[in-house]
């Protein structure tokens, strides 16, 4: 089991930057992949983006792509998301989210383990 908590979200000007953080508990960090998604108000929860166990590996949705970063440091239980830049459409909550698989999954469900969600808002 894997206990997950994000942080850096906040408010932001648009061509601004952020980088979020998800710690996760535990010794077994390396043995999931990581995911994050977001939800915007209205909206359903959508998956952005994901790194696989080593962190060699990640994947993202065309809609962010080359603007969505994510990177973890496995020796110190951490997932990172860096958003640069900015758009008011970026404006939701976003949640990590951890899976014990090999493959990085896109939907919900596939996920185990979720953080509580920080808040971004991007103001135009």
């Known amino acids: 089991q894997v206990q997950l908590v994000e942080s850096g979200g906040g408010l932001v000007q648009a061509g601004g930057s952020l980088r979020l953080s998800c710690a996760a508990s535990g010794r077994t960090f390396s043995r999931y992949v990581m995911g994050w998604f977001r939800q915007a108000p209205g909206k359903e929860r959508e998956f952005v983006g994901g790194i696989n166990k080593s962190g060699g590996s990640t994947y993202y949705v065309d809609s962010v792509k080359g603007r969505f970063t994510i990177s973890r440091d496995n020796t110190k239980n951490t997932v990172n998301l860096q958003i640069n830049p900015l758009t008011p459409e970026d404006t939701a909550v976003y949640y990590c989210?951890?899976?014990?698989?090999?493959?990085?999954?896109?939907?919900?469900?596939?996920?185990?383990?979720w953080g509580q969600g920080t808040q971004v808002t991007v103001s135009a």
């Open positions: 989210a951890a899976n014990p698989g090999e493959f990085i999954p896109t939907r919900r469900y596939e996920y185990a383990y």
